[in-house]
């Protein structure tokens, strides 16, 4: 059978057979999302072949309903197939709003109210761990595995490996001694929708939660404020740094924003060599467009002090002039 016959199979078997389908949205991932229209009625089909593994996003959608947050309703799933319906949220994501111009604070502040929602109740069984350990094989992975060979045509020295590691494992370590909650691992804007006819946190609506994992409470904060594919104000970054801290009196401030700024910068250098690997491995060169925006944050990430071990360790092997997309990748 083949995956067109198998994802008419199961449209048939839930009574969508007849349903016209068109495409919404792929991922970075070999996940793909269509739309499935009958009549006036719309739901989201998630077509995710095996390898893809359709179950830790069943979990956590029914986790994240329970606490009361905006997730699609599940309405049928196949997981050994790879194959869920879904309730269709619709097509207003904050990107596309933050892209055409509309005003930041107050989308952020319902997405962050659903962010503290999400981090202040009880995380699921059964999440991987997404903590300092993590956050440093992973970048150095992206780094030297795929960007430096790119780069400069060959495999880095042990000595640069080794000297970039311990800066990671130096700057992350406000957040191996912090608190540890539910992390989504990819709160972007392109991962939220505005729901304006729901109230409170429920107005934004959250999606692509399948990689979530237990790690520190800055980590998706960092993902929403800079977001590598579109230019955030710094005086919004900062307004809505202070009404997430506002709203975390628990939390100790100064601790949170070293975190934060570790957590922002380990993000941007893992993203910017993951374009690369997404480009050569996966044949999706599109993503390479963000690279220059990536490496940008990442520069401004390296100015804050709490960042300072990794801006010394990559000053002495990178050089600023070469911390771009890899001579002859283009988008």
């Given at each position: 059978?083949?995956?067109?016959?198998?994802?008419?199979?199961?449209?048939?078997?839930?009574?969508?057979?007849?349903?016209?389908?068109?495409?919404?949205?792929?991922?970075?991932?070999?996940?793909?999302?269509?739309?499935v229209?009958?009549?006036?009625?719309t739901?989201?089909?998630?077509?995710?072949?095996?390898p893809?593994d359709?179950?830790p996003f069943?979990?956590i959608?029914?986790?994240?309903?329970?606490?009361?947050?905006?997730?699609?309703t599940?309405?049928a799933?196949?997981?050994?197939?790879?194959?869920?319906l879904e309730?269709?949220?619709?097509?207003?994501?904050?990107?596309?709003?933050?892209d055409?111009g509309?005003?930041?604070v107050?989308?952020?502040?319902?997405?962050?109210?659903?962010l503290i929602?999400m981090?202040r109740?009880?995380p699921?069984?059964g999440?991987?761990?997404?903590?300092?350990?993590?956050?440093?094989?992973t970048?150095l992975?992206?780094?030297f595995?795929?960007w430096?060979?790119a780069t400069?045509?060959?495999p880095?020295?042990?000595a640069?490996r080794?000297?970039v590691?311990?800066?990671?494992?130096a700057?992350?370590a406000?957040?191996a001694?912090?608190?540890?909650g539910f992390?989504?691992?990819?709160?972007?804007?392109g991962n939220l929708?505005?729901?304006?006819?729901r109230?409170g946190?429920?107005?934004?609506?959250?999606?692509?939660?399948?990689?979530?994992?237990?790690?520190?409470p800055?980590?998706d904060?960092?993902?929403?404020?800079?977001?590598?594919?579109r230019?955030?104000?710094a005086?919004v970054?900062e307004?809505?740094l202070?009404?997430?801290?506002?709203?975390?009196?628990?939390?100790?401030a100064?601790?949170?924003?070293?975190?934060?700024?570790?957590c922002?910068?380990q993000?941007?250098?893992?993203v910017?060599c993951q374009?690369?690997?997404l480009?050569l491995?996966?044949?999706?060169p599109?993503?390479?467009a963000?690279?220059?925006?990536?490496?940008?944050l990442?520069k401004v990430?390296?100015?804050h002090?709490?960042v300072?071990?990794?801006?010394a360790?990559?000053d002495?092997?990178?050089?600023?002039e070469?911390?771009?997309?890899?001579?002859?990748?283009?988008a």
């Open positions: 059978m083949t995956r067109d016959d198998a994802i008419h199979a199961f449209l048939t078997g839930h009574g969508y057979g007849n349903a016209d389908i068109g495409p919404l949205a792929e991922d970075a991932s070999f996940r793909r999302y269509l739309r229209v009958r009549g006036g009625e739901v989201v089909l998630m077509d995710a072949p095996p893809e359709v179950r069943l979990r959608a029914e986790h994240l309903a329970e606490l009361g947050l905006s997730v699609p599940i309405l799933a196949d997981a050994e197939a790879g194959l869920v309730e269709d949220l619709g097509d207003s994501l904050l990107a596309v709003m933050l055409r509309d005003d930041a107050p989308l952020f502040g319902p997405a962050i109210d659903a929602a981090q109740g009880e699921p069984p999440l991987p761990e997404w903590g300092a350990e993590q956050m440093t094989a970048a992975g992206t780094l595995d795929w430096w060979p400069f045509g060959g880095a020295p042990t640069a080794e000297d590691e311990a800066a990671l494992r700057m992350l406000p957040v001694t912090g608190p540890v992390v989504h691992r990819d709160f972007f804007a929708l505005w729901l304006p006819e109230d946190r429920r107005r934004v609506g959250v999606i692509d939660f399948q990689g979530a994992a237990l790690g520190h800055a980590y904060l960092a993902s929403l404020l800079q977001d590598a594919r230019v955030i104000p005086n970054e307004a809505m202070q009404y997430y801290i506002e709203r975390r009196p628990e939390l100790d100064d601790r949170f924003r070293a975190a934060y700024f570790a922002a910068a993000r941007h250098l893992r910017a374009w690369v690997r480009a491995r996966d044949g999706k599109g993503y390479l963000f690279g220059s925006r990536t490496w940008a990442l990430a390296l100015a002090p709490a300072a071990p990794l801006a360790a990559l002495r092997w990178i050089p600023a070469r911390r771009g997309n890899p001579p002859g990748l283009a």
